[in-house]
T-cell receptor, first 119, second 119 residues
Framework: GAVVSQHPSRVICKSGTSVKIECRSL??????MFWYRQFPKQSLMLMAT?????????EQGVEKDKFLINHASLTLSTLTVTSAHPEDSSFYIC???????????????FGPGTRLTVL | AQKITQTQPGMFVQEKEAVTLDCTYD???????LFWYKQPSSGEMIFLIY??????QNATEGRYSLNFQKARKSANLVISASQLGDSAMYFC????????????????FGKGTLLTVNP
């Protein structure tokens, strides 16, 4: 099946620094990727939809200036958490949308996630 | 109103027995898709099974089957012959709009059910 990678898998940073997380589709082109956030023992919450070549669409309540998303190529989307604070500590997961019409049941392939800890 | 409701925060099942995980959904769309994912402690999201709103037969994938009752708006996951490796969080998710078009492909997740398989 299709593979989506995320890097880094785990990051610890000091409060006030910025952290960049990469999401790559390894064997298919993804015009659309999604970024989710998951707090411990909670569900996945969609943060934003990343579209190649255009601005990301953010969900209500997500600060676009804090969570910068860049989808510069068909295989790479990045999420930058700017001026991170302890409350930004969370599990961040990306997914890549299989091109519509591909005819497979699994429409989104998920990355393995990035665990961010802000001290 | 919540779009996806999973009423069982936790479930226990004996190894080799079957278990049903509940999921109800709420949408006014005629065309939509329902998904089940497994999330082990490692955090990766593993696709299990998909049911389209127009599919007349219940989806099956190996030991997984989806009990789709459209009128009741329920999409319960049935795991047969449980194995110790099935212990994980299970999420039900919905994509509103059709896969052939007219959808933004966003997924809305339920809060999840933590399944524990006892030896």
């Amino acid at each position: 099946g299709a593979v989506v990678s995320q890097h880094p898998s785990r990051v610890i940073c000091k409060s006030g620094t910025s952290v960049k997380i990469e999401c790559r589709s390894l064997d298919f082109q993804a015009t659309t990727m999604f970024w989710y956030r998951q707090f411990p023992k909670q569900s996945l919450m969609l943060m934003a939809t990343s579209n190649e070549g255009s601005k990301a669409t953010y969900e209500q309540g997500v600060e676009k200036d804090k969570f910068l998303i860049n989808h510069a190529s068909l295989t790479l989307s990045t999420l930058t958490v700017t001026s991170a604070h302890p409350e930004d500590s969370s599990f961040y997961i990306c997914s890549a949308l299989i091109p519509p019409g591909a005819g497979i049941a699994n429409e989104q392939f998920f990355g393995p996630g990035t665990r961010l800890t802000v001290l | 109103a919540q779009k996806i409701t999973q009423t069982q925060p936790g479930m226990f099942v004996q190894e080799k027995e079957a278990v049903t995980l509940d999921c109800t959904y709420d949408t006014s769309d005629q065309s939509y898709g329902l998904f089940w994912y497994k999330q082990p402690s490692s955090g990766e999201m593993i696709f299990l099974i998909y049911q389209g709103s127009y599919d007349e037969q219940n989806a099956t994938e190996g030991r997984y089957s989806l009990n789709f009752q459209k009128a009741r708006k329920s999409a319960n996951l049935v795991i047969s012959a449980s194995q110790l490796g099935d212990s994980a969080m299970y999420f039900c998710a919905m994509r509103e709009g059709g896969s052939a078009g007219g959808s933004n492909y966003k997924l809305t997740f339920g809060k999840g059910t933590l399944l524990t398989v006892n030896p």
